[in-house]
């Protein structure tokens, strides 16, 4: 499948004079919060919306899901998928990993560009946990922080979509004008050739609808879902590259360390990725947020 190489990097990362770029993350050892009490965790969890979890030795799969689970259900993938970690259907392989000649990871060595993971999965596992398995720092991830954007959002724009659901899903629409990564390119073949059964995607025939300005189930807070990989953004006409430009203005980003576990809160952030070369292996599960307590002290 040929698409345009993603010279055009305004459309999804912008240019650097646009970009506001930080490097304040909230950093914590992984030990000090897996022993915080629940309400403590969504405290700093949701408050941060990402955090970095430290530590100077590996961490276990069992020890990350444990910790995943204090915030809700884990999120199992679907059967047939080629990038389990060790068969746990909860774990997937992300980047490339260069010692096997086939593709072990999801999303390859390509640039990601910017969206929020399972926008276009049925469902409300808005959190990832994303552990530096091996050679994270290869590749930089940009953060956008969604929440703040909405803050700062015009309020005639606020107005004018304020009850509107998008469309989110895989399409050829979505993703012209990029290079496909292994994992997209398989999402659109079994959507073009109906492939059931043993790939059951049958939501790729139907969007999934996200509101533009979701309310936080946990903080309450609004934010901007705008997942430009994955929404049909014909219905905000140009207001799309408007809101899309003032996001750009809350870029932050992040390198690695080796053994970081990040904790990322999809519903007031979004991310992109950029390329790499060589072998690097994230390991990654999704969370939704049905055990959450949280106190808001503020
Ligand atoms: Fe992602």
């Known amino acids: 499948m040929k698409y345009m190489n993603c010279q055009d990097e305004n459309r999804f990362s912008g240019n650097s004079e646009k970009m506001n770029t930080y ?3 909230y950093t914590i050892k ?6 915080l009490n629940s309400s403590s965790k969504s405290k700093v969890f949701f408050d941060n919306k990402l955090i970095v979890l430290k530590s100077d030795h590996p961490v276990s799969i069992k020890k990350i899901k444990t910790l995943c689970s ?5 999120y199992q993938n679907e059967k047939g998928n080629n990038f389990f970690i060790d068969n746990d259907p909860f774990v997937l392989r992300i980047s490339n990993n260069s010692n096997s000649k086939s593709i072990k990871g999801l999303f390859h060595n390509f640039p990601l560009h910017w969206h929020n993971d399972f926008a276009h999965t049925p469902g409300d596992f808005h959190g990832t946990a994303l552990y530096n398995y091996r050679n994270g720092e290869k590749a930089q991830m940009q953060f956008i922080d969604t929440q703040e954007a909405y803050k700062g959002l015009e309020i005639s724009i606020k107005k004018r979509y304020e ?5 989110h899903k895989i399409s050829k629409k979505s ?3 990029k290079t496909l990564s292994p994992a997209e390119e398989r999402l659109l073949k079994m959507k073009q050739y109906k492939i059931k059964g043993y790939f059951p995607h049958n939501y790729l025939n139907d969007p999934v609808m996200r509101p533009l300005f979701p309310t936080h189930p946990v903080t309450k807070k609004q934010s901007i879902y705008l997942s430009p990989t994955t929404v049909d953004s014909s219905f905000l006409g140009k207001d799309y590259s408007s809101i899309l430009n003032h996001c750009l203005k809350y870029v932050k980003s992040f390198t690695w360390d080796k053994y970081d576990l990040l904790l990322i809160d999809n519903l007031s952030l979004m991310h992109a990725r950029s390329a790499f070369s060589g072998d690097r292996e994230l390991h990654r599960i999704q969370f939704n ?5 949280y106190i ?3």
């Open 175 to 177: 993703l012209i004008e």
């Open 23 to 25: 490097y304040d993350f």
């Open 296 to 298: 808001d002290r503020a």
């Open 289 to 293: 947020y049905e055990n959450a307590k």
């Open 70 to 74: 204090s915030f809700g259900k884990l």
């Open 163 to 167: 009850d509107l659901c998008l469309p």
């Open 30 to 35: 992984f030990e000090d919060f897996s022993v």
